[in-house]
């Protein structure tokens, strides 16, 4: 069974930056296409960024384009979530996913396979 655990979430001023860490237990996370989402109040779980087994190929959801990067650690099992500029609008709880495929588009919930449970982070306007 794939376990996923998030890390590093917190309080922050707008402007400032924090970094999100999955380690991952059960699984390689390299075999995996991993994904960032996040949920606000009252939102729905959109997507962030996603890095892809193949090629280590990123991609960002147009809201954090040129200020978030994914990244992964195979030799740790472990993918990140650079966050830098923040906003008050990146407020949200933070959920790393992992993938066997993206053939149904790394944007979509539903093509995720595992989920971690989630961390807060909170920017200060």
């Known amino acids: 069974q794939v376990q996923l655990v998030e890390s590093g979430g917190g309080l922050v001023q707008a402007g400032g930056s924090l970094r999100l860490s999955c380690a991952a237990s059960?699984?390689?996370?390299?075999?995996?296409?991993m994904g960032w989402f996040r949920q606000a109040p009252g939102k729905e779980r959109e997507f962030v960024g996603v890095?892809?087994?193949?090629?280590?190929?990123?991609y960002y959801a147009a809201s954090v384009k040129g200020r978030f990067t994914v990244s992964r650690d195979n030799g740790k099992n472990t993918v990140y979530l650079q966050m830098n500029s923040l906003r008050p609008e990146d407020t949200a709880v933070y959920y790393c996913?992992?993938?066997?495929?993206?053939?149904?588009?790394?944007?979509?919930?539903?093509?995720?396979?595992?989920w971690g449970q989630g961390t807060q982070v909170t920017v200060s306007s």
């Open positions: 059960g699984a390689t996370l390299s075999t995996y296409q």
């Open positions: 890095i892809l087994k193949s090629g280590g190929f990123t």
């Open positions: 996913a992992a993938a066997r495929s993206v053939s149904t588009g790394y944007q979509h919930r539903g093509t995720y396979d595992f």
